[in-house]
Every structure is written in C-alpha cells, then in structure tokens.
C-alpha cells in the first residue's frame, strides 16, 4: 500500500505537467492558426478592367471583397465590411464576390454569408462563376479587398480583419475608412494580411458543394 501511494506521487507531478503542456500547446496551435495568412492578391489591377462584369459607381469609391461562401473566416470580415460601411456612409460602394466553382448546385453559393452580405447597406452581391473575376483581378482568398478610388484607379489591396475570423480595430479597416474620408495614413496598404481560406485552387474536400 506504502509503494502504491509513493507511486501516485511520483506520477501526480507529471501527470500535470503533461496535461499543462497538452493545453499550451492546443492553445499555440490555435493562435498560430488565427495568425496564418492566407494568399495575397497577386498582379491586382492597378485600374479596373474594362472586361470585368462588375461595373464601379463612377461617382464613387468602389470596393471589391473576395468571399468564399463556406469559409468560416469570412464571418468577420462581412463585420468589418459593415463597419467600414458605416464610416464611408455616401462615399463607398461595396461588390462581394461570391466563388461558385464549376459543377456546383444551383444556390449553393446562397449560404448564411451570402445573406449576412445583402444585409449590410450599399452592398451588392455577385455571383462569380468559377472564379473568373477573382482570377481577373488576382485574388487567392477569401477575404481579399480591393479599394478604387472614383477615377477607378486602385488605392488599397489586402484584408480588413486583423486574424482570422476576429473583428475589431485593424491596420487593414482603418486605412479603407481614412483613405475613402481622405485622411492622410501612414499604414503600409498595399501589404496589408488577408486571413481566410483559399478561394481559387480551392481543396473542395474542405468546401463539399452542398447548399
């Protein structure tokens, strides 16, 4: 009985410190994940095409954000975009592209986010069909934003949430807001982290096409 109970004690300590190690490294694994970026947008157009399906509102700034329909990370970006949105309030139209890749259902881009995205003022939702205008203006992620100024010339590239699926102040919101209400900012725009998942080259065993 004696060597029984020196036996646990011996194994308490360990035990413990065993489970603590499970748990910081479960949390590390998390805050690495959050903090992982995903694709920056590459070769983006410095004017806005002439062949896009998408028309800017030529008395406006026009702002592109890339959306993968089934990316939980993109929740928080549609909070920022409301956000943005409210600051901009007369001076910003917002296009959200929708991914639908080729063999998809019919409606299967119409999920939550889709309908999350209807409801934030001045934004239109567009279906892009196998990723045609994501590929036409580089994006990779979902999450991507693309700001043109009036004269349809392009101001700022990146993401508006500052880790994945996290909302609140970010280096990438707070230079969309200042550049449309033209204030000066020293942020450095155009390299601003996109947090999401992959919308072109997408693994479609993370993403099963089902509404």
Known sequence: ?????????????????????????GFLALFSYELSTGKHAQAAPCFWPLTSRVKPDP??????????PKCPCTGATLGELSAVMAQCEGKLAAHVLFLIPGGAVEGWERTSLWRAAQLIPGVRCTADCDGREAELFGAFTSGQALLYDPQCQ????GGITGARGHSGDNAGRAAVVSIVNGRSTTESITNHPVFGCPIRETDETRFPRSP
């Not at 194994?11 to 748990?23: F, G, H, Q, S």
């Open 154 to 157: 392009l101001v700022f590239e």
């Open 59 to 68: 008395d406006l700034f026009n702002l592109l954000l890339f959306a993968h």
């Open 1 to 25: 009985m004696l060597r029984m109970i020196e036996r646990k004690s011996v194994l308490a300590p360990w035990t413990v410190i065993t489970w603590l190690a499970l748990i910081a490294f």
